[in-house]
Nanobody
């Protein structure tokens, strides 16, 4: 069983930055494909960014050039650097790890962007 713990959320003003972290248990972190999702209030959960085991990254259009996903396999941790935050980025952010036919989710961290 893999446990994922997100941290780094909070309340910020538009234009600010936040860095989310997702710490994972397990001994094969480097073999996980990793993803960040978010769920805005009253909306469905959506994929924000993903990074595979070869460090290939993909972003949803709305966050390109503002968000950066990366992983540190030595720390079993994935990050999401979020710059130039907008009110529409307000959501609960979740990380997900995938390995073969299995997947695991974190509990989520709230990000609120408001003036």
């Amino acid at each position: 069983q893999v446990q994922l713990v997100e941290s780094g959320g909070g309340l910020v003003q538009p234009g600010a930055s936040l860095r989310l972290s997702c710490a994972a248990s397990g001994r094969i972190f480097s073999q996980y494909n990793l993803e960040w999702y978010r769920q805005p209030p009253g909306k469905q959960r959506e994929l924000v960014a993903k990074i595979n085991i070869l460090n290939r990254v993909t972003y949803t259009d709305s966050v390109k050039d503002r968000f950066t996903i990366r992983r540190d396999n030595t720390k079993n941790t994935m990050y999401l650097q979020m710059n130039s935050l907008k009110p529409e980025d307000t959501a609960v952010y979740y990380c997900k790890a995938r390995w073969r036919d299995r997947e695991w989710w974190g509990q989520g961290t709230q990000v609120t962007v408001s003036s």
